[in-house]
């Protein structure tokens, strides 16, 4: 059974990636106060866990019946994270002064932490290692990323303004390199249903 619970929580840590989603997290958070960003670590955690909840009970139904595939989702995700990532990067102060606490649905919560990848492999893992133990390795997977988001403004204190103003913006970039890599996943799964079709 242990071995069946690491299998799952170690599926699922690649798939969320939690390390590599830190830069760009605080791309997204870095001008807001310490007490807004804790709120939404908070509400982006609980999102994040309530759509993949959903996805691992009804994912798979909810397609069949509204007629999508997998990598109808993961061109919709990468879309949405280049807007953001090209928003990020062609912000000045007047965006930064508009950003608010909204941010923690829309991309953090979905789908940079339930994003295609971690939505797919939780469907994936209910039909091979069984619900409880896919839900089990979910919640330990969620836990440690909400610990690793909550304690990034140390590093904001370690690297000072223009350090976080650079970071910002390396990490919008590998937003926008990420969200286009999703994108071209989904494309390229696209046409090969598409030929297997045909």
Not at 70 to 95: Q, Y
Not at 113 to 126: F, K, N
Not at 141 to 166: C, E, M, P, Q
């Amino acid at each position: 059974m242990f071995s069946t619970f690491l299998t799952g929580f170690t599926a699922q840590f690649v798939a969320l990636d939690i390390i590599g989603a830190v830069p760009i997290y605080f791309s997204l958070t870095h001008n807001m106060e310490d007490h807004t960003r804790n709120v939404m670590v908070n509400k982006s955690m609980l999102v994040a866990l309530a759509v993949a909840l959903v996805f691992m009970l009804i994912g798979l139904q909810v397609f069949k019946f509204m007629g999508i595939e997998l990598f109808d989702f993961k061109m919709a995700g990468g879309l949405v994270l280049l807007l953001i990532a090209l928003s990020e990067l062609a912000g000045g102060p007047e965006a930064e002064k508009n950003s608010s606490g909204s941010t923690g649905i829309v991309p953090i919560a979905v789908p940079l932490i339930s994003g295609p990848g971690v939505l797919t492999t939780l469907i994936l893992q209910v039909s091979t290692i069984g619900y409880l133990m896919t839900f089990l390795a979910l919640i330990l997977n969620y836990f440690l990323a909400w610990i690793v988001l909550r304690h990034s403004n140390k590093v904001k204190s370690l690297i000072g303004k223009d350090g976080t103003l650079i970071i910002s913006k390396i990490a919008a970039l590998l937003l926008a390199a990420y969200s286009l890599a999703m994108l071209r996943s989904g494309i390229f799964e696209a046409i090969s249903f598409w030929k297997s079709s045909n």
